[in-house]
């Protein structure tokens, strides 16, 4: 687990804000540039399921294409393939986060794209090897319009190389159950 300076500052300052399981949820949440790591991390240590494995179930039937403004985010042309990938991530039973990612293919290798497409392994560990960071773009407690009700925390993030070409776009919708294991 990478433990990053702002991400310290982050929690920080968020700990006054709210409840202590929904400030020790964001912290977690801050330590990682995986939302997949943080997860397991958090059903692992509040024993939401055993064992603590995250799986990501995906909704096949819908779309959202790529807007410009995704485009633009990603850093992609109109002509650059963009996939789409909405899932409920999910410990044992418990739906945690529902996300919709939207990613660059082309900078995956093929066996990563084929792991999204024919599993239920999550994006952050399919693509883990690549050494990817996070950038935050936007933060909220409650939903972000992309969320459905119940959604107590929302992240709007980029995915990037080391090299900063970005390979996701994501919005994270956490739900309430992640509270109720406190």
């Known amino acids: 687990m990478r433990l990053r300076p702002e991400a310290v500052l982050i929690a920080a300052l968020l700990g006054g804000c709210a409840g202590?399981?929904?400030s020790r949820f964001e912290q977690v949440l801050a330590a990682n540039d995986?939302?997949?790591a943080a997860l397991g991390q958090w059903c692992q240590t509040q024993r939401i399921a055993?064992?603590?494995v995250i799986r990501a179930l995906a909704d096949k039937v819908e779309l959202a294409p790529a807007s410009a403004q995704v485009r633009e985010t990603l850093g992609v042309s109109s002509e650059d393939l963009v996939r789409y990938r909405h899932v409920r991530l999910v410990c044992g039973t418990t739906v945690l986060s529902v996300a919709?990612?939207?990613?660059?293919?082309?900078r995956l290798a093929p066996?990563?794209?084929r792991t999204l497409e024919t599993s239920d392994t999550p994006f952050g560990r399919v693509v883990s090897s690549l050494g990817f960071r996070?950038?935050?773009l936007a933060t909220k407690r409650g939903a972000m319009p992309e969320c459905p009700a119940g959604t107590v925390l929302s992240h709007r993030a980029v995915l990037r190389l080391a090299d900063g070409?970005?390979?996701s776009l994501v919005v994270e919708c956490y739900t309430r159950a992640n509270l109720s294991a406190d």
Not at 100 to 106: G, S
């Open 134 to 136: 996070r950038e935050r």
């Open 165 to 167: 070409r970005a390979i």
């Open 111 to 113: 066996e990563m794209n």
């Open 34 to 36: 995986s939302a997949t």
């Open 20 to 22: 202590p399981g929904l």
């Open 50 to 52: 055993d064992p603590p």
């Open 100 to 106: 919709h990612n939207w990613y660059v293919p082309a």
